[in-house]
């Protein structure tokens, strides 16, 4: 029907349904706490080298002006490699640079503002806890979901833990992707498999690890033994 909102996977400017579900795989979100001197910029491109697929710039303590910097500088890596990019939280922001999209939380701009915002082309995550927190974002127009934290973890500190019956839930009540965020390495991936998820999202498992790019090709191996291709 003409005007119908399209609810479900669909085409996001150069990015098919198909390969935002695949982008899922290995998600990796940033936070300069852990480089240790390295720069941000050297350890996303080690983290694509191993196998990241896709990258969430999300550095809460940093100034709006840094932010764009380091947004400017991740989207152009991450348009090299044919790599999603997107902007934790800050729409606004993520429609000045041009990134690929914007990740929200409930407690963030809504999902349906920052679609209106960004426009059709613009991949929108929105990070869910329950199966009525994630159907009201997939009506709401989210590409992808954030599920978490699945343990403790040091990033979220206040995060409610999600357990895995709830995950796997939650992957069946909508048709968009699902990723399983908090406490995910490659330790812990195992614990992923028959959830459901589209793939793990990571942040001190890559960007707390000595070589970024070991660390990943670690994490990916053992993501591959759990997600459905």
Same mark, same amino acid.
Do not use: N
């Given at each position: 029907?003409?005007?119908?909102?399209?609810?479900?996977?669909?085409?996001?400017?150069?990015?098919?349904?198909?390969?935002?579900?695949?982008?899922?795989?290995?998600?990796?979100?940033?936070?300069?706490?852990?480089?240790?001197?390295?720069?941000?910029?050297?350890?996303?491109?080690?983290?694509?080298?191993?196998?990241?697929?896709?990258?969430?710039?999300?550095?809460?303590?940093?100034?709006?002006?840094?932010?764009?910097?380091?947004?400017?500088?991740?989207?152009?890596?991450?348009?090299?490699?044919? %790599?999603?990019?997107?902007?934790? =939280?800050?729409?606004?922001? *993520?429609? $000045?640079? @041009? +990134? !690929?999209?914007?990740? &929200? /939380?409930?407690?963030?701009?809504?999902?349906?503002?920052?679609?209106?915002?960004?426009?059709?082309?613009?991949?929108?995550? %929105?990070?869910?806890?329950?199966? =009525?927190?994630?159907?009201? *974002?997939? $009506?709401? @127009? +989210? !590409?992808?979901?954030? &599920? /978490?934290?699945?343990?403790?973890?040091?990033?979220?500190?206040?995060?409610?833990?999600?357990?895995?019956?709830?995950?796997?839930?939650?992957?069946?009540?909508?048709?968009?992707?699902?990723?399983?965020?908090?406490?995910?390495?490659?330790?812990?991936?195992?614990?992923?498999?028959?959830?459901?998820?589209?793939?793990?999202?990571?942040?001190?498992?890559?960007?707390?690890?000595?070589?970024?790019?070991?660390?990943?090709?670690?994490?990916?191996?053992?993501?591959?033994?759990?997600?459905?291709?």
């Amino acid at each position: 029907m003409a005007g119908e909102k399209r609810l479900g996977p669909c085409q996001r400017g150069p990015w098919s349904a198909d390969a935002i579900r695949k982008s899922m795989f290995c998600y990796a979100v940033t936070d300069r706490a852990w480089l240790r001197g390295r720069t941000l910029a050297s350890c996303v491109e080690d983290a694509i080298a191993g196998g990241a697929t896709f990258i969430q710039l999300r550095e809460k303590k940093a100034s709006v002006e840094e932010t764009e910097k380091l947004a400017l500088e991740l989207k152009d890596i991450c348009a090299a490699h044919h %790599v999603p990019f997107v902007l934790d =939280d800050d729409v606004e922001l *993520a429609k $000045k640079v @041009g +990134a !690929d999209g914007v990740h &929200v /939380g409930q407690e963030d701009l809504a999902c349906s503002k920052a679609r209106e915002i960004l426009g059709e082309d613009a991949i929108i995550g %929105v990070s869910a806890q329950t199966v =009525d927190e994630a159907v009201a *974002a997939w $009506k709401a @127009g +989210a !590409d992808y979901l954030g &599920v /978490g934290a699945l343990h403790p973890t040091p990033t979220k500190p206040d995060a409610v833990d999600v357990t895995y019956g709830e995950l796997t839930r939650i992957c069946a009540a909508v048709p968009i992707p699902v990723i399983g965020i908090g406490g995910v390495d490659a330790t812990t991936a195992h614990e992923l498999e028959g959830t459901g998820v589209a793939g793990g999202a990571v942040v001190s498992a890559i960007f707390a690890a000595d070589d970024c790019r070991t660390a990943t090709e670690k994490l990916k191996a053992e993501l591959q033994k759990v997600v459905s291709a």
